[in-house]
């Protein structure tokens, strides 16, 4: 066993090639945006929704980005762009036009050659997706993408056993589909989602499938920059009042830690998370633009009634499940109308702007007893509204917002972002969320979501050491003033993190991370329940490594300890996994395979690790207890065809049952099965 492991850990130095450098940038990038992720979720307190937005974000990594019309989350995110780097481009485009060729990038003012090699690779010169096509140009620029997707756990699971009490009443398939049809000043999508369990074309489900989604958007109507029908998402300033992005949170690069004002953003769902549906528009121009929508959302959950009045018993959230009968009467038992606008004041260096919206439900909700939710929202309408800000001073960035919701109750978001040397940039975000503010569609920085009850200071610090390596470091502190979710007494956290990335051949890379965390949680101990403070060690490290061009492994590590301040024991949790990937040369097949080991004292010790998946699909896996995993993904392009087919199984060593409830499998094995189709002409 132990020389099986050393030579699973020494494997990538031992192999060696000459080949170009480009596939160890494109997992530079994947890993900035997974380790946001796996931190977005690690700070979550409960189930974590398929976040749409990292899905397009990986899926984009593969195409070519028009440098003449690259969004600042593509900038920051994926090209890894400064924010003076940015700003200089956009001041460019404005004064001389759209460039032809990219060797105009070696002129824009704090550019250098080292910059424009970087992303070369990832960069194409094309004419703006904002340009009016003439109707000849029309089908010739338009796209069309028709995705098909199947998956299903093959063990049985304890809701589908016959004539089971309030078992699942359909089968354990999950379908999917999605059509696309769009070009640069156009864009009609539907979908639509069957989950496992619930019925299909059949008593409660006769429509078919369960969840459908459906938009239609048209760019550069007179004085409309775009007007959209159907589903759509909003981010404006920093998330407080109106924002749906993952972005803005701890793990990725300096640039990362804001968000950004990208307005209407229609989308075909794969999933039933955070979205409006009903109508937007933009109107304007750079300067000056403005932005009113209408929307509605339903929500499932329990209507009860007291004193004579009919109340809303449940959470916001929304999982889209609905595959028993006490699921099925829950179903969009409450209906949500919201009505708002942004204002947008644009010049060179500075952006101001204002958000606002009326949300209004056609039953109260009513308010929760617990005393971690008595500041929870309750009653029948709503509002929030916002003032954001952002300024470029040289080669800084200031950025922030303000926000009140319903009874004056405040939020606070204030960042700077300081290019220091080309070698050294540094980041810090403050905010403050008072106990009673509530934003119902607001997703802004911070540790708890949503973002109420927190005070805290965030520090980020990015350094190029050589040509070859990286280094960096945040640290944050936060306090919460009033109960939250498993921690019954106000409480202090902090936690920190340093990342050191190098190259240590043309196509091998390693990553070395160490993070701590401490925060307090309820314990229980011998005859009553308290609060302890904990305390997290985490170590990962990983190596890459590309073989020949077309073979590719990674080797990971990742070690956890737990520590409670009134149990004198420690807690471990450790992984470690291997990866293979291998492209048949000229066959359009590519071969990816996993092995994982891994072994945990508890779910506290959990680790999340990022694996391979579908296109379009964003699995984020947390390994706990003990036992072993692997899954092997087979992907196959052909022109305008893409066929992917996945299978993984968990084995676990100290259980014989997996899960619990309606989705307990009587096994220690669990097997995940998902094939997809997708075209693209």
Request: hydrophobic share 35%; aromatic share 16%; glycine share 8%.
């Amino acid at each position: 066993m132990k020389q099986t492991l050393l030579l699973i850990l020494l494997s990538p130095f031992l192999l060696f090639s000459q080949i170009d450098s480009t596939k160890i940038k494109i997992e530079l990038i994947e890993d900035n945006i997974h380790d946001m992720m796996e931190n977005h979720i690690e700070n979550m307190d409960e189930e974590v929704e398929d976040l749409e937005e990292v899905i397009d974000l990986i899926s984009s990594i593969e195409q070519k980005i028009n440098i003449n019309d690259v969004s600042p989350e593509m900038a920051f995110t994926l090209l890894k762009l400064t924010e003076y780097q940015y700003y200089q481009l956009l001041l460019y485009l404005e004064k001389y036009g759209e460039l032809v060729s990219v060797n105009e990038l070696y002129a824009i003012e704090g550019w250098g050659s080292e910059d424009v090699a970087r992303i070369l690779p990832f960069i194409t010169v094309e004419n703006a997706k904002n340009r009016r096509l003439k109707f000849v140009d029309w089908f010739k620029f338009t796209q069309h993408r028709l995705l098909l997707r199947y998956g299903q756990i093959v063990e049985k699971r304890s809701g589908y056993e016959r004539n089971r009490k309030n078992g699942y009443l359909g089968d354990p398939t999950h379908l999917l589909f999605r059509y696309q049809v769009s070009n640069p000043n156009f864009s009609l999508g539907i979908s639509a989602e069957k989950d496992s369990g619930e019925e299909f074309f059949r008593k409660s489900q006769k429509r078919g499938f369960d969840f459908y989604s459906f938009h239609f958007s048209i760019k550069k109507i007179w004085i409309c920059k775009n007007i959209t029908f159907g589903d759509y998402r909003l981010n404006f300033g920093q998330g407080l009042v109106l924002g749906n992005s993952f972005a803005g949170g701890k793990g990725g690069s300096v640039g990362g830690i804001r968000r950004f004002s990208v307005g209407v953003r229609p989308v075909t769902l794969l999933n039933e998370s955070r979205f409006f549906r009903g109508f937007a528009t933009e109107i304007g121009n750079t300067k000056v633009k403005g932005t009113i929508f209408y929307g509605h959302r339903f929500y499932d959950g329990k209507i009860v009634e007291t004193n004579n009045r009919k109340f809303y018993s449940g959470s916001l959230t929304v999982n889209g499940y609905h595959r028993t009968e006490k699921e099925i009467q829950k179903r969009e038992t409450l209906f949500s109308r919201n009505l708002g606008f942004n204002f947008q004041w644009n010049r060179t260096n500075s952006r101001f702007g204002m958000s606002a919206i009326y949300t209004h439900f056609n039953y109260p909700i009513l308010l929760q007893t617990t005393p971690a939710k008595k500041y929870s929202f309750s009653g029948n309408n709503h509002f929030t509204v916002g003032i954001d800000h952002q300024i470029i001073w040289k080669k800084s960035i200031l950025f922030g917002e303000i926000a009140l919701s319903r009874g004056f109750h405040l939020a606070w978001i204030e960042g700077v972002i300081v290019e220091l040397d080309p070698r050294c940039k540094f980041g810090a975000v403050f905010r403050y969320y008072d106990r009673q503010y509530v934003a119902l569609e607001g997703i802004s920085f911070g540790v708890n979501k949503p973002n109420q009850n927190e005070a805290g200071l965030f520090l980020t610090a990015e350094f190029l050491i050589g040509k070859r390596s990286e280094l960096l470091l945040h640290y944050d502190i936060y306090r919460f003033p009033w109960l939250k979710f498993l921690t019954d007494f106000p409480s202090f956290g902090n936690d920190a993190s340093i990342r050191f990335t190098t190259s240590l051949s043309r196509n091998t890379r390693m990553v070395c991370r160490y993070g701590f965390a401490k925060k307090e949680k309820n314990q229980l101990f011998d005859y009553h329940h308290g609060v302890s403070t904990m305390m997290k060690h985490k170590v990962r490290f990983s190596l890459t490594s590309a073989i020949f061009d077309f073979i590719k492994l990674k080797t990971e590590i990742d070690f956890h300890v737990t520590n409670y301040n009134k149990e004198k024991s420690l807690k471990y949790g450790a992984v470690i996994f291997q990866d293979f990937e291998a492209a048949i040369l000229n066959t359009g097949l590519k071969v990816k395979l996993r092995f994982a080991m891994f072994e945990t004292d508890s779910y506290e010790e959990r680790i999340y690790c990022y694996e391979s998946d579908l296109l379009y699909t964003f699995n984020c896996t947390p390994y706990f207890g003990r036992g072993c995993r692997f899954y092997t993904m087979l992907q196959y392009k052909y022109r305008f065809l893409e066929i992917q087919l996945r299978y993984s199984q968990t084995f676990f060593t100290d259980r014989n049952q997996i899960g619990s409830g309606l989705e307990m499998i009587d096994k220690n094995s669990k097997s995940d099965i998902k094939a997809q189709l997708y075209f693209r002409f």
